[in-house]
């Protein structure tokens, strides 16, 4: 939104080799009186390692926070994995997920010379202007300065996932009068086995990063049909697999972002 509100330039970095940009702490350990192993300074070193890059795994801001510094970006106190600089007339906004840095700018060669800047620090791939992005395919038409994200591509493989391709299409997601309960539950030990090898949680889990992106018209149906994924019913399932029917229709369905008129 803000990239078509400011006509901003958008392009995407792939940071190689992200994870061994992070601090190392020092880990202390003892090994256990009962262990077998022989060469604990060896189990040792492959530790520090593996964790250093399981910690950047869960904290992506923990990849770069000085380096950014030392190049005179400033953190968003709002977000700590957003930096920020600015120059007499340009500046850029660069954000950080795990190995992936999308670059905003109002000024083509100012994020042409941040990029430079940033290959002499990283082993960086320059992807250009941004068509994709975890998972999200962004298109953009610079003439009448829209932007689109769709999720064609995996809403395909949820369906494929769970042999949901050739469901038959439906307009709604769920009915307006529809009331579910948690008495709707399974109530005997026969009914919870059978439920057990349905896969109610990963199906919603699937459904959840897709309205959380591009699709927030489904938000209501998702956020009713969680309600339930401790012990869902096929009554609940039921209901699930009509809300699955609906992407087969708007799989094609965007989310456009057009620039304010004033």
Same mark, same amino acid.
């Given at each position: 939104?803000?990239?078509?509100?400011?006509?901003?330039?958008?392009?995407?970095?792939?940071?190689? @080799?992200?994870?061994?940009? %992070? %601090?190392?702490?020092?880990? !202390?350990?003892?090994?256990?009186?009962?262990?077998? $192993?022989?060469?604990?300074?060896?189990?040792?070193?492959?530790?520090?390692?593996?964790? @250093?890059?399981?910690?950047?795994?869960?904290?992506?801001?923990? $990849?770069?926070?000085?380096?950014?510094?030392?190049?005179?970006?400033?953190?968003?106190?709002?977000?700590?994995?957003? !930096?920020?600089?600015?120059?007499?007339? /340009?500046?850029? &906004?660069?954000?950080? !997920?795990?190995?992936?840095?999308?670059?905003?700018?109002?000024?083509?060669? !100012?994020? #042409?010379?941040?990029?430079?800047?940033?290959?002499?620090?990283?082993? +960086?791939?320059?992807?250009?202007?941004?068509? *994709?992005?975890?998972?999200?395919?962004?298109?953009?038409?610079?003439?009448?300065?829209?932007?689109?994200?769709?999720?064609?591509?995996? $809403?395909? #493989? +949820?369906?494929?996932?769970?042999?949901?391709? =050739? *469901?038959?299409?439906?307009?709604?997601?769920?009915?307006?009068?529809?009331?579910?309960? @948690?008495?709707?539950?399974?109530?005997?030990?026969?009914?919870?086995?059978?439920?057990? =090898? &349905?896969?109610?949680?990963?199906? $919603? %889990?699937?459904?959840?990063?897709?309205?959380?992106?591009?699709?927030?018209?489904? *938000?209501?149906?998702?956020?009713?049909?969680?309600?339930?994924?401790?012990?869902?019913?096929?009554?609940?399932?039921?209901?699930?697999?009509?809300?699955?029917? &609906?992407?087969?229709?708007? /799989? @094609?369905?965007?989310?456009?972002?057009?620039?304010?008129?004033?």
């Amino acid at each position: 939104a803000i990239v078509v509100a400011q006509k901003l330039e958008l392009h995407p970095l792939d940071v190689q @080799t992200a994870f061994l940009h %992070g %601090g190392l702490e020092e880990v !202390y350990m003892e090994q256990p009186p009962t262990s077998r $192993i022989q060469s604990f300074q060896h189990m040792y070193a492959n530790y520090k390692s593996q964790s @250093t890059a399981y910690d950047n795994h869960l904290e992506p801001s923990t $990849i770069s926070p000085y380096i950014f510094n030392q190049m005179l970006y400033n953190t968003l106190k709002s977000e700590p994995n957003i !930096y920020f600089r600015k120059s007499a007339s /340009n500046f850029i &906004i660069l954000g950080v !997920y795990v190995d992936d840095f999308p670059l905003l700018s109002n000024s083509l060669s !100012y994020l #042409n010379f941040c990029k430079q800047e940033l290959k002499s620090v990283f082993p +960086i791939t320059d992807l250009g202007p941004m068509t *994709c992005f975890l998972g999200i395919k962004v298109k953009r038409n610079t003439r009448l300065g829209q932007i689109s994200l769709s999720q064609s591509r995996y $809403i395909d #493989n +949820i369906l494929k996932r769970f042999n949901m391709e =050739n *469901c038959k299409p439906i307009s709604t997601p769920l009915l307006t009068t529809l009331k579910l309960s @948690t008495e709707d539950s399974p109530k005997s030990p026969i009914e919870e086995t059978e439920m057990k =090898n &349905i896969p109610y949680r990963q199906l $919603i %889990g699937s459904v959840r990063y897709l309205v959380s992106s591009t699709r927030p018209d489904l *938000c209501f149906s998702t956020r009713l049909l969680s309600c339930f994924m401790t012990n869902p019913s096929p009554k609940h399932c039921k209901h699930l697999r009509e809300f699955l029917d &609906i992407l087969n229709i708007l /799989n @094609t369905c965007v989310l456009l972002f057009n620039p304010c008129i004033r």
